[in-house]
């Protein structure tokens, strides 16, 4: 019987962090897809759904609060499968806005470990 690979996207206007997190999620047997930030997620999860969102919160154009708030009026499933990573210095509204979300948070920069943690806490949340 074969299982599909689980999908992650990853929206990130930091090239590095999208390329670190694709190559960490990819062997650990996800599938991973880049955006560079939320207009063209946007555009992609239009085409295909994914099992888990790394999203950034401060990019150009669309940033994460957001392609958050477009997730959970077009696609509300979706909304809850979102993970948000930012820099550790965020400001007084970004820090409200990311606890009235109530989805987990993974401050920059972050280990290998720190991003598996992450990732398989969020799917065990989704699947229970």
């Not at 994914?50 to 994460?64: A, F, R, T």
């Not at 989805?103 to 969020?122: H, Q, S, Y």
Request: glycine share 6%.
């Amino acid at each position: 019987m074969i299982v599909d690979k689980r999908r992650i996207l990853i929206v990130d206007d930091e090239a590095a962090i999208c390329q670190f997190c694709q190559r960490v999620l990819t062997e650990e047997g996800f599938e991973a897809d880049c955006a560079p930030e939320g207009k063209s997620a946007q555009s992609i999860i239009s085409k295909q759904e994914y099992d888990l969102y790394l999203v950034d919160i401060k990019m150009p154009l669309v940033g994460g609060k957001d392609l958050y708030e477009w997730l959970q009026e077009t696609y509300p499933r979706s909304a809850a499968k979102v993970v948000f990573i930012t820099g550790s210095a965020i400001g007084q509204d970004t820090e409200s806005f990311l606890r009235s979300s109530g989805r987990p948070v993974l401050l920059k920069p972050f280990t290998i470990d720190e991003l598996k943690t992450a990732i398989g806490e969020a799917l065990k949340e989704i699947h229970n």
